[in-house]
């Protein structure tokens, strides 16, 4: 009897001891793995887009219309140094070249002593640059009198911008100007025309010297 006791107790105590274990393992479980040091992705910076500048050729501005702004929009206007005086915005006047619609007035006086002088100019996208550069020519018809710059504003050469001197006729004439026939009149910002050509900003009309009375009509500018 003592020998089935004995038995019994150690029987009792080892299934006491398995559920014990059995337990313990399953409260704790199999640890999980431990987390990758997975670095965090590096932001790859988004390059800055930079607009390709609108090509031009053809008709700028042949005032049909009779408003102050060329054909895709950008305004006419003029300004000078204070010691000119000047009409801005420039009118738009009847007859233009060919003897209807309009075409526009650049007047004004340059003083004696004119500063930068007085300028007629267009912003062709409105401030934003045009590429020119698939053009080898400007034509406009002009009458008036007097001496005048046609002027490409161009940020690559700015402040010795591309310049062409013309006098004005005093009948009604077509002006053709090959861009090569350009010239920069300092010795700073220097560039070939073609580069300049490819950013130009604004094509202005500038007054030929001081103490002069600015008199002159424009109509059907064009590139090609």
């Known amino acids: ?3 089935f006791m004995t038995a019994s107790f150690i029987l009792i105590l080892a299934i006491i001891f398995t559920i014990f274990y059995a337990c313990r393992d399953r409260s704790i479980g199999t640890p999980a793995p431990e987390p990758t040091n997975t670095p965090t992705p590096t932001r790859t910076p988004t390059p800055t887009h930079t607009a390709t500048p609108l090509q031009i050729t053809g008709l700028i501005d042949d005032f049909a219309d009779c408003n102050g702004s060329n054909v895709y929009g950008g305004a006419w206007f003029a300004y000078g140094d204070s010691n000119n005086t000047f009409t ?3 009118p738009t006047v009847t007859p233009g070249y060919n003897g209807s619609d309009c075409a526009l007035k650049f007047e004004g006086v ?25 053009n080898t020519v400007i034509s406009f018809y002009a009458k008036g009198s007097g001496t005048y710059r046609i002027v490409l504003i161009s940020p690559i050469t700015q402040y010795n911008d ?21 010239t ?23 007054n030929g010297s001081c103490g002069m009375t600015i008199n002159l009509l424009i109509d059907e500018v064009r590139v090609y």
């Open 1 to 3: 009897m003592k020998k």
């Open 88 to 90: 801005n915005p420039p």
């Open 110 to 134: 340059a003083a004696a002593s004119c500063g930068y002088g007085v300028w007629m100019s267009n912003s062709l996208l409105s401030g934003a640059t045009v590429d020119l550069s698939g």
């Open 162 to 182: 591309y310049q062409y001197v013309f006098s004005a006729p005093s009948s009604w004439s077509q002006i053709v100007i090959p861009f090569t026939s350009f």
């Open 184 to 206: 920069q009149p300092q010795n700073f910002n220097l560039a070939p025309i073609q580069q300049a050509l490819s950013g130009v900003t604004n094509i202005s009309f500038a």
